[in-house]
């Protein structure tokens, strides 16, 4: 029962340039959308979330993109560095329900 | 900052074994989880508990395993006989719902993982 689908294991980007990374849901009930970097040995860190009733959010260099109609969430970094370098997993939950998370993306930002 | 404790960092049992994975929610937490990671998969919820009672299990929370906040700061994940397909990453998050709210989202605070190895 994959509900979120991150169909890129992995994702090399130069340093300065954009990561654009995406994910696919398939429960049209999701009420939010939330973004989660991991790095070795350390626990998933809450990045970023989106509202479904928001087509846009914003945080500095991260920024959140739901297209409901496609069912379709993506996270821009921009500019990408180095130390962006993580597994990024794409969440999604229901209002005071439990969090969902995708396979992850492993996005590498070369120097 | 504060932070979501886990306890031990790896631990490695034979099969048909009981295990305790220990945690340490941010003090003024009301909601904990615990999720589990098998490597190179999704990380995949478990259980929520909320009001020293589960609120929420998914399939895999079968009745091998348990929770229990057996003193105000502990909230334990006990796998009673271990099997192979245990052998995962297993985290612990907390949040406190009211504060999220300002989003909306359910921003989970996760731990850094306990590592289990069935033999």
């Known amino acids: 029962d994959q509900q979120v689908k991150q169909n890129s294991p992995s994702l090399s980007v130069q340093e300065g340039r954009i990561s654009i990374l995406n994910c696919d849901y398939t429960n049209s009930m999701f009420d939010y959308f939330l973004w989660y970097k991991k790095y070795p040995a350390e626990g998933p860190t809450f990045l970023i979330s989106?509202?479904?009733?928001?087509d846009k959010n914003e945080d500095g260099r991260f920024t959140v993109f739901l297209n409901k109609s496609a069912k379709h969430l993506s996270l821009h970094i921009v500019p990408s560095q180095p130390g962006d370098s993580a597994v990024y997993f794409c969440?999604?939950?229901?209002?005071?329900?439990?969090?969902?998370f995708g396979t992850g993306t492993k996005l590498q930002v070369i120097p | 900052e504060p932070e979501v404790t886990q306890t031990p960092s790896h631990q490695v049992t034979q099969m048909g074994q009981e295990v305790i994975l220990r945690c340490v929610p941010i003090s003024n937490h009301l909601y904990f989880y615990w999720y589990r990671q098998i490597l190179g998969q999704k990380v995949e919820f478990l259980v929520s508990f909320y009001n020293n009672e589960i609120s929420e299990k998914s399939e895999i929370f079968d009745d091998q395993f348990s929770v229990e906040r057996p003193d105000g700061s502990n909230f334990t994940l006990k796998i009673r006989s271990t099997k192979l397909e245990d052998s995962a990453m297993y985290f612990c998050?907390?949040?406190?719902?009211?504060?999220?709210?300002?989003?909306?989202?359910?921003?989970?605070?996760f731990g850094a993982g306990s590592r289990l190895t069935v033999l």
């Open positions: 989106i509202s479904s009733i928001k």
């Open positions: 969440a999604a939950s229901r209002r005071y329900q439990k969090v969902t």
């Open positions: 998050a907390s949040n406190f719902r009211d504060r999220a709210q300002s989003s909306g989202a359910n921003v989970l605070t």
